[in-house]
């Protein structure tokens, strides 16, 4: 769940004065750059808080796939629910996800990461949806097609990358690696004539603001298609279920087809590709608890496409992989088509030259990767920041409304190397989050600790803080949940992210496939800082529109 979790923030009736904004540019509320944008609602807190140019034309909200009323009640309160029913509740859920897949490796076993089928438990999961705002899903929906468009054209402007990402090379090893890969492929003038893009934005709703403001947006690896789709069965079956006792509507619940609309974009790039010999090929790690989220994707390849997948490490294809003088990449004796990577987002993926190796020839073959590393770059940290800038937007977007769409739900960023922003967060640290240029959860620095990391970084005085941003702290509000991981359930006070996922194909003539594809809910407690779901701190959600 990224950067930007809080706990809770009490509403203002006045606003604080950013210190190093005039009451002039105060004044100015068009001053997007300004971080009293974002910053102001949040500055009196309780002490209690750790504080190819064409149009698009895929850019409209899906029609929803409910049977919505024009006012909506919100879901009962979790924490009204009495411990009998929640028993009941608990009972039902834990068989449903047995039966229908809602699984993972159990972590106290260590076959359950390497064999299929072998100590399989639940995954974490909310017994009662979340309560979200209609308004703000279509919201969310409304921008996915726009932040693919984004994606795909950042990735063409390798000058862009380059040098956005320049300072940022020299303070970190693994960004540095990726670049030189990048380096290569522009050097041979490597051209991806169809490119695939399966992303995941995530949000969170602003309590004070009310704004919906973009954590970050993933490119590579976005996890939970799978399970994310049963997820919202479940809680539909639960609602429907138990409708008399908690009085919910189940069809205000979206539908989620995350799982095949990947699987259908995966599909037409493999078609793409022209060969019905060739096979999908999972990037994997040697170790995955959360194989059956990659399982379910490969099923419906499977019986919905007639597609062929495998699964690789790294060093499995380093060892097993070869590149035939036409491009085609052969592993194992079998072509590939197209490359899906669910490994290799992390510098803990890289255990030695074997694996970094791999990466190299699977960016020389002529498969379709998802996602090349022009597309994995365009989704750092560094370039989010770089596209939240003034003016940076317009070098890629040419509607001007698009641009305000996706404008509208940035948070404050900022490189390190704003001086005055750094003074800011070192004197008040509880509003900014700082992140390093890293996916996968338990990353990100908050409160006292981001004044202890700007001080040391501003001590080693090397150019070492380019390996982070800042991004403006989020203060979601606290909600009631009750969550459920191991077969115990419990009552808790809760924050959530919001993840929406995009699929994006275009060959050489003309996009393919642009639209919003689902969605993803994690639900977390409201202590908790980090909150990614396979990394121990969140659990899966689906939500209530109200």
């Known amino acids: 769940m990224g950067s930007g979790c809080s706990s809770p923030s009490i509403s203002l009736t006045t606003i604080a004065t950013s210190p190093f904004q005039s009451q002039e540019s105060l004044s100015n509320s068009l001053n997007f750059y300004s971080p009293t944008r974002f910053l102001e609602p949040h500055l009196l807190k309780s002490s209690k808080i750790f504080i190819p140019k064409f149009p698009l034309k895929c850019a409209k909200v899906p029609k929803m796939q409910t049977q919505l009323e024009d006012s909506a009640k919100p879901i009962v309160d979790p ?187 995966l599909a037409k790039a493999w078609n793409e590709y022209g060969d019905p010999r060739a096979v999908i090929i999972f990037v994997v790690q040697a170790e995955e608890r959360n194989m059956y989220d990659q399982h379910w994707l490969s099923a419906s390849l499977r019986e919905r496409h007639q597609v062929t997948t495998i699964r690789k490490t790294l060093a499995e294809i380093d060892a097993l992989g070869e590149l035939q003088q036409d491009g085609t990449l052969v592993v194992d004796g079998q072509a590939v088509a197209v490359i899906y990577f669910r490994a290799g987002y992390a510098p803990s993926d890289y255990h030695s030259e074997s694996e970094w190796k791999a990466r190299l020839l699977m960016e020389q073959s002529r498969a379709v990767k998802c996602p090349s590393i022009s597309y994995h770059l365009a989704g750092s940290k560094k370039i989010q920041q770089e596209l939240a800038k003034p003016n940076v937007l317009e070098r890629f977007l040419e509607n001007k409304d698009d641009i305000a769409k996706l404008r509208k739900c940035f948070a404050g960023l900022w490189s390190l190397d704003e001086s005055d922003i750094v003074k800011d967060a070192i004197e008040r640290p509880e509003l900014y989050v700082m992140k390093p240029q890293r996916e996968g959860g338990g990353n990100n620095i908050y409160g006292e600790d981001v004044r202890e990391a700007l001080l040391k970084l501003q001590k080693e005085g090397i150019g070492s803080d380019a390996a982070y941003i800042l991004m403006q702290r989020i203060f979601p509000k606290i909600s009631h949940s009750i969550l459920m991981r191991e077969g115990i359930s419990h009552k808790e006070e809760t924050i959530s992210e919001l993840g929406i996922y995009g699929t994006y194909l275009r060959n050489k003539t003309e996009v393919l496939i642009n639209q919003q594809a689902g969605y993803l809910m994690r639900t977390k407690v409201s202590s908790s800082d980090e909150g990614g779901v396979a990394a121990g701190f969140a659990v899966l959600d689906s939500i209530y529109l109200v």
């Not at 899903?137 to 795909?152: G, H, R, T, Y």
């Not at 290569?184 to 602003?206: F, P, T, V, W």
Request: proline letters at 5%; a negative charge.
């Open 79 to 265: 924490h009204d629910i009495d411990s009998k029913l929640v028993q009941k509740l608990a009972n039902d859920a834990l068989v449903w996800c047995s039966l229908r897949g809602l699984l993972v490796g159990d972590r106290n076993s260590e076959r359950s990461g390497t064999v299929p089928g072998v100590d399989m438990v639940h995954a974490p999961v909310a017994l009662i949806p979340m309560s979200f705002p209609e308004s703000h899903w279509k919201q969310a929906c409304e921008v996915a097609p726009i932040f693919n468009e984004l994606v795909d054209r950042v990735s063409q402007d390798g000058e862009f990358l380059q040098q956005s990402l320049s300072r940022t090379r020299k303070a970190d090893p693994f960004t540095s690696r990726l670049l030189e890969i990048h380096s290569k492929m522009l050097e041979i003038n490597k051209i991806e004539e169809i490119r695939l893009g399966l992303h995941r934005s995530d949000y969170m709703l602003d309590e004070q603001t009310k704004l919906l403001l973009q954590i970050e947006l993933n490119t590579i690896s976005s996890s939970f298609p799978g399970l994310s789709c049963l997820v919202t069965e479940l809680h539909r079956s639960l609602l429907q279920q138990y409708r008399e006792d908690i009085a919910s509507d189940p069809n205000r619940i979206p539908a989620n087809n995350a799982v095949n609309q990947f699987a259908e974009a």
